[in-house]
């Protein structure tokens, strides 16, 4: 690209130099390049071979040759082109249907040679105006390729920072793969002594659990004979078990003899030795007289005559004077509010009526371990921190690795002149949105005044045309359209002092495309010597 632009800029100062270059004669509207096919001394032939006719039907404003080329200089052929010489500025070419329209299609006037139109020729000054520009193009295509050579030592330097830092981490890893299994054994020693010394520690407190609560069963199971024994005969009879409602088998309600009898397995009564084959079947449900005392309800208070209206039925109000009637009203309403009350206290405190008494050996919690098994949970423990500890180095590494990995890996350009652009992200703020480019990772657009992050594209490929791939970016898998195909970006890299986002649009529903400038992409620029060899006509 630079090369074109310098080719350009040559030949603007050629065409400008001093006025003198020498017109080479030729038809009008042909081409210097095309100069040789038309000489005046012999016969023409169109240039796409059709026909050959006499020189002198050239340009006689008849359309003799199917491709138009012998009638370069006037309108005869539709399909024909007039080139403008436009001497101090750039040759250009413009359909033939243009020439003597009226209107000045070449600044050098000579497309409007018959129409009568008025015209300047302003080569010179778009000339002068177009090379200030090229100058400027080529300054910075200079000075851009010099950062790029920056770009590119650094990069290598970099490359070879990598790859030791690379070898270095295989290094550490293989000495941290040892040592985790080294330590995954000590870990191991340690946690069969401590599992077993646990498991005793465990196994002693479960048996002395049952001796406790065995021990507290029978002292209950005694408790509970003398309470059932109340004419303390050492008997524990039908009739005295029977008052326990809460034992009845079916829960109807009541407790009949018979199923009385039941509970103490057929007999009539039972003494100690053969209660405590009848305590194994009722205890879970047995309630003992003081708990039933606890959890019964206050006895009810006697109340004034008056008071008592609240069981009148509703005839019987007629009786009252209505100034009476409305103070039970109005009593009513207060003890509707009281019975709330009442209702929303009862719902904060816990009901004890009929509650399973909670085994007192729930409560009690286990011992703390002795000297040696402590110690050797302790042991354990180190082994165990130390074993994680050993493993998150090596998954550290392991990470390190890998992105090393990937990035040494990444198509950075012929000499990774783009590898300074990795992990970082450059953004462009529009009226109404930030755009946010992250080469090689993804490109984002989020509302200026608020609202979540939208994607535009991952990381795809470099797309750029043949012999220019690393022109091109492309950002693909966006998130997607209502109704429509994922959003994607197309990056086009221009040479630049600066690396910067000079512009986005949308040129396709849900396609995005943004300019990028770099000094990465500027090409070497060319030399005098090759642009005055390529320099081929005014």
């Known amino acids: 690209m630079s090369c074109a632009l310098l080719l350009l800029l040559m030949s603007l100062a050629l065409a400008m130099g001093t006025g003198a270059a020498v017109e080479i004669q030729r038809p009008r509207g042909v081409p210097l390049s095309k100069r040789q096919f038309y000489e005046e001394n012999k016969p023409f032939t169109c240039l796409d071979g ?39 500025f750039r040759p250009a070419f413009i359909p033939s249907s243009r020439i003597n329209d009226g209107i000045c299609d070449c600044c050098d006037t000579t497309d409007e040679y018959n129409s009568g139109a008025t015209c300047q020729n302003t080569c010179r000054e778009m000339g002068r105006k177009e090379r200030e520009s090229l100058q400027i193009m080529a300054e910075i295509t200079k000075e851009g390729f010099l950062l790029k050579q920056q770009l590119i030592h650094e990069a290598k330097r970099g490359q070879e ?116 084959t009848v305590w194994s079947g009722i205890k879970d449900k047995y309630l003992s007289e003081v708990s ?94 130390d ?42 703020s529009t009226s109404e949105y930030i755009y946010r480019l992250c080469p090689f990772n993804r490109v984002s657009q989020k509302p200026k005044f608020g609202g979540s992050e939208t994607n535009l594209g991952l990381w795809g490929q470099w797309a750029g045309p043949e012999g220019n791939l690393y022109s091109v970016m492309k950002y693909d898998h966006g998130q997607g359209c209502w109704q429509g195909p994922n959003r994607s970006t197309t990056v086009k890299l221009t040479c630049g002092k600066e690396t910067v986002v000079t512009s986005t649009s949308e040129p396709s529903r849900c396609e995005y495309l943004m300019e990028f400038t770099t000094p990465a992409v500027c090409q070497e620029p060319a030399s005098l010597d090759e642009v005055l060899h390529g320099h081929t006509e005014l």
């Open 387 to 428: 074993f994680d500890e050993a493993e998150r180095a090596l998954r550290e590494v392991d990470d390190q690795m890998k992105n090393l990995e990937k990035e040494i890996g990444f198509d950075f350009g012929p000499s990774a002149e783009f590898a300074y652009l990795y992990s970082q992200c450059y953004e462009l």
């Open 292 to 385: 039933q005392g606890q959890s019964e309800p206050p006895a009810p208070v006697e109340t004034p005559q008056e008071e008592s209206r609240d069981f009148v039925s509703d005839h019987d109000s007629d009786h009252y004077p209505e100034d009476y009637a409305g103070e039970e009203e109005e009593d009513v309403e207060d003890d509707e509010e009281d019975d709330h009350d009442e209702e929303e206290e009862e719902e904060k405190v816990p009901p004890t009526v009929q509650t399973p008494e909670k085994r007192e050996d729930d409560e009690v919690s286990m011992p703390p371990y002795d000297t040696e098994t402590q110690s050797l949970i302790d042991a354990a423990q180190k082994a165990r921190d």
């Open 50 to 88: 059709s026909s050959t006719i006499p020189f002198d039907r050239v340009n006689d404003d008849y359309c003799d040759c199917r491709d138009g080329s012998d009638e370069p200089g006037t309108a005869a052929c539709p399909n024909g082109s007039f080139h403008c010489t436009n001497a101090g």
């Open 161 to 276: 920072d990598k790859q030791g830092k690379l070898t270095e981490l295989q290094g550490s890893k293989k000495g941290l793969e040892e040592k985790v299994e080294a330590l995954r054994t000590v870990k191991e020693t340690a946690e069969d002594p401590e599992k077993e010394a646990k498991e005793r520690h465990l196994k002693a407190w479960e048996e002395q659990k049952e001796l406790l609560r065995m021990e507290k069963d029978k002292t209950r199971m005694a408790e509970a004979f003398l309470e059932l024994d109340d004419d303390a005969d050492g008997y524990v009879s039908v009739a005295e078990l029977q008052s326990h409602l809460e034992l009845d088998p079916d829960s109807d309600g009541s407790l009949s003899e018979t199923e009385t009898q039941g509970l103490l397995g057929g007999a009539d009564k039972v003494d100690t030795s053969t209660f405590e």
